[in-house]
């Protein structure tokens, strides 16, 4: 049967070429490189931001800081490396900060917005309370060469790490009739220095050569700390009782 003129232009109106179907495609391409660079340039723009923040950030020697209870101010597990400005301010892992150079920090966004906009090299007056006791002292921030620096050192002195016999993840306590915490022992090594020294698993942990511990991080960061074969005083709750136990540490 024949196919009229008009019958045929139908027909080969229906079909695309070729070249419209890679018009189609290259249209295709070029909308979603336009939707992907519009949400990955933000990103790379906020990581830029982010790297030059860290560069020109103030440090203070802790790993992060957390937002203590009824934005009381801010605390922190633990202090690191050795050396560093909240260790030569003498805080400790538990202590809460609640005013820097005489701002008041309720939140760690302020904290970590106040250290971004501190000069690195500057003196601040810490104010922070510590079982219960309002106290003061002074930090000096570093900047984040530096604070890779001492922590390098730290991980590569030759003396090594001390090994206490106890690598638990304890638990924060309150001592009775005080304000004051301490951690928990979960479980001692047998015949390694703590258990030759005679720490029983259940002992309170509140001093480790004369630091006071508040948190099982700053014990374990204490620990690694101490110099091999050294002699430390440690102090426990044991049923209510003070004891001071020394310790030959031995190395990791």
């Not at 490396?81 to 920090?105: E, F, N, R, W, Y």
């Not at 604070?147 to 638990?171: I, K, N, V």
């Not at 001093?207 to 014990?219: A, C, S, V």
Request: no cysteine.
């Amino acid at each position: 049967m024949a196919v009229s003129p008009s019958g045929a232009m139908r027909k080969r109106k229906k079909r695309m070429s070729g070249m419209s179907w890679m018009f189609i495609v290259l249209i295709v391409f070029f909308v979603a490189a336009a939707g992907f660079t519009a949400i990955i340039k933000p990103i790379r723009q906020n990581v830029r931001v982010q790297i030059a923040e860290s560069r020109s950030k103030s440090y203070a020697g802790v790993p992060s800081f957390d937002t203590a209870e009824n934005g009381a101010g801010v605390t922190f597990d633990n202090v690191e490396p050795p050396g560093s400005p909240a260790d030569k301010a003498g805080l400790v892992g538990g202590d809460i900060i609640t005013t820097v150079d005489g701002q008041a920090i309720h939140s760690d966004d302020e904290m970590n917005d106040l250290m971004v906009r501190t000069p690195i090299g500057k003196t601040l007056d810490v104010v922070y309370l510590r079982d219960g006791e309002t106290k003061t002292t002074k930090l000096t921030t570093i900047s984040r060469g530096e604070l890779d620096s001492l922590t390098s050192a730290y991980r590569s002195r030759p003396e090594g790490r001390g090994q206490f016999g106890y690598d638990g993840e304890g638990e924060r306590v309150a001592i009775a009739g005080t304000k004051m915490f301490g951690v928990k022992l979960d479980e001692i090594q047998q015949s390694r220095p703590a258990d030759l020294a005679g720490v029983k698993t259940g002992d309170v942990v509140i001093e480790f050569d004369g630091i006071p511990i508040r948190t099982p991080e700053e014990l374990l960061s204490r620990v690694r700390r101490a110099l091999p074969y050294s002699t430390i005083n440690l102090v426990v709750m044991r049923d209510g009782e003070r004891l001071e136990i020394p310790v030959k540490m031995g190395k990791q």
